[in-house]
């Protein structure tokens, strides 16, 4: 299994970018990174996902680094809707499904 | 287009009740979970379906039984409620985890008493 490794907090002034890292330094080949945030307690959203380019979207760019142990999610102008819980999850393949695990992520709080 | 709907939204179970709590997804997925949230903590994943006919356990299987009842609807059964599975239930549903994006459920909170 490809465990995370989050910080399980950060803070970010408005405006500003938001670098939120994660380790995932068992990561298999073909195994995707993908970000998910939560507010408050509604269903965890989508971010974005990728697996050896980086990528960036609407909402956020993932930086994934050349040996892919560790990424990066940035939020480039953080604003306080950004304040979230923040997941990175490697969906492991199991029974040939892929599983997606959840750890504690990491509790973004973007101030005025 | 509604996405993933639970229901209910929120219930309050004697323990040794049982329910089922429904899910059902409109976008012709081929994957449905089952997560369960506790205060403080990340998603657990309780049971998932694949497909269609199948379905499997994951982290948290006890205490909780499935159905895959067609390819909409994935339903999660609490056969007799325990004060210990008072929590947050999401269900999510997704192409295939490995390529495509998950969209979630806004959530059935579930108090055991």
């Known amino acids: 299994d490809a465990k995370t490794t989050q910080p399980t907090s950060m803070d970010c002034a408005e405006g500003r970018a938001a670098n939120l890292p994660c380790n995932h330094s068992?990561?298999?080949?073909?195994?995707?990174v993908y970000w998910y945030r939560q507010i408050h307690s509604q269903g965890p959203q989508y971010i974005i996902h990728g697996l050896k380019n980086n990528e960036t979207n609407e909402m956020a760019s993932l930086i994934i680094t050349e040996d892919r142990k560790s990424s990066t999610l940035i939020l480039p102008h953080a604003t306080l809707r950004d304040t979230a819980v923040y997941y990175c999850?490697?969906?492991?393949?199991?029974?040939?499904?892929?599983?997606?695990?959840f750890g504690r992520g990491t509790s973004l709080i973007v101030h005025p | 287009n509604a996405g993933v709907t639970q229901t209910p939204k929120f219930q309050v179970l004697k323990t040794g009740q049982s329910m089922t709590l429904q899910c059902a997804q409109d976008?012709?997925?081929?994957?449905m979970y089952w997560y369960r949230q506790d205060p403080g903590m990340g998603l657990r994943l309780i049971y998932y379906?694949?497909?269609?006919?199948?379905?499997d356990k994951g982290e948290v299987p006890n205490g909780y039984n499935v159905s895959r009842l067609n390819k909409r609807e994935f339903s999660l059964r609490l056969e007799s409620a325990a004060p210990s599975q008072t929590s947050v239930y999401f269900c999510?549903?997704?192409?295939?985890?490995?390529?495509?994006?998950?969209?979630f459920g806004q959530g059935t909170r579930l108090t055991v008493v």
């Open positions: 999850i490697v969906p492991h393949l199991s029974g040939g499904s892929y599983i997606p695990t």
């Open positions: 999510a549903s997704s192409e295939q985890w490995a390529e495509s994006e998950a969209f």
């Open positions: 379906s694949a497909s269609e006919g199948t379905t």
């Open positions: 068992t990561i298999s080949g073909n195994e995707y």
């Open positions: 976008m012709n997925h081929n994957s």
